[in-house]
T-cell receptor
Framework: AQSVTQLGSHVSVSEGALVLLRCNYS??????LFWYVQYPNQGLQLLLK??????LVKGINGFEAEFKKSETSFHLTKPSAHMSDAAEYFC?????????????FGTGTRLKVLA | NAGVTQTPKFRILKIGQSMTLQCTQD?????MYWYRQDPGMGLKLIYY???????DKGEVPNGYNVSRSTTEDFPLRLELAAPSQTSVYFC??????????FGSGTRLTVV
């Protein structure tokens, strides 16, 4: 079964600095991969997704992620952090099992942006 | 287009009480899911459905029940509420595996 590991439950960056949130998955078979963002007291919003079309995936709000099969990683980056990026970020893997698509979520990384 | 609608947004239950969390989607998605979110634990799958009349257990189904009588609706039932069920519950749906649509969540406290 798939598993997802997010390194760092809390990450702090200064406004304008690079954002790097780490995600590693367990399978050797390239799955679907996703990053979701959750703002306080809200649901999860899709930031971007990898579906094997391209290894560098661009998402909303200036975020992007690179799929690296050799490293089983799908790290999320943004060149310059904004205050509005403060939120919790979840990496997820999609697998097909028991006739349905199932997402396996990481435990989340809370991003704090310092003025 | 409302997407996935969850009601209520907040609820406080006493131990032993029952309640139903409602979830409705208007996108004609076959696949629907219930997750619970606890701090530092990510999201855990409670139950899922691949279509009307078909449901199955996820990772943490104990204490919950579901039904799927229509494509649109996927209610989650708590029969005997326990403090361990204090959590935020999210409903989600998808047409394919390429992205879920989530509801805004129900914050449940059991006291």
């Amino acid at each position: 079964a798939q598993s997802v590991t997010q390194l760092g439950s809390h990450v702090s960056v200064s406004e304008g600095a690079l954002v790097l949130l780490r995600c590693n998955y367990s399978s050797s078979v390239p799955p679907y991969l996703f990053w979701y963002v959750q703002y306080p007291n809200q649901g999860l919003q899709l930031l971007l997704k990898y579906t094997s079309a391209a290894t560098l995936v661009k998402g909303i709000n200036g975020f992007e992620a690179e799929f690296k099969k050799s490293e089983t990683s799908f790290h999320l980056t943004k060149p310059s952090a904004h205050m509005s990026d403060a939120a919790e970020y979840f990496c997820a893997v999609s697998e097909v099992a028991s006739g349905t698509y199932k997402y396996i979520f990481g435990t989340g990384t809370r991003l704090k942006v310092l003025a | 287009n409302a997407g996935v609608t969850q009601t209520p947004k907040f609820r406080i239950l006493k131990i032993g009480q029952s309640m139903t969390l409602q979830c409705t989607q208007d996108m004609n998605h076959n696949y629907m899911y219930w997750y619970r979110q606890d701090p530092g634990m990510g999201l855990k799958l409670i139950y899922y459905s691949v279509g009307a009349g078909i449901t199955d257990k996820g990772e943490v189904p104990n204490g919950y029940n579901v039904s799927r009588s229509t494509t649109e609706d996927f209610p989650l039932r708590l029969e005997l509420a326990a403090p361990s069920q204090t959590s935020v519950y999210f409903c989600a749906s998808t047409l394919t595996g390429a992205g879920y649509t989530f509801g805004s969540g129900t914050r449940l406290t059991v006291v």
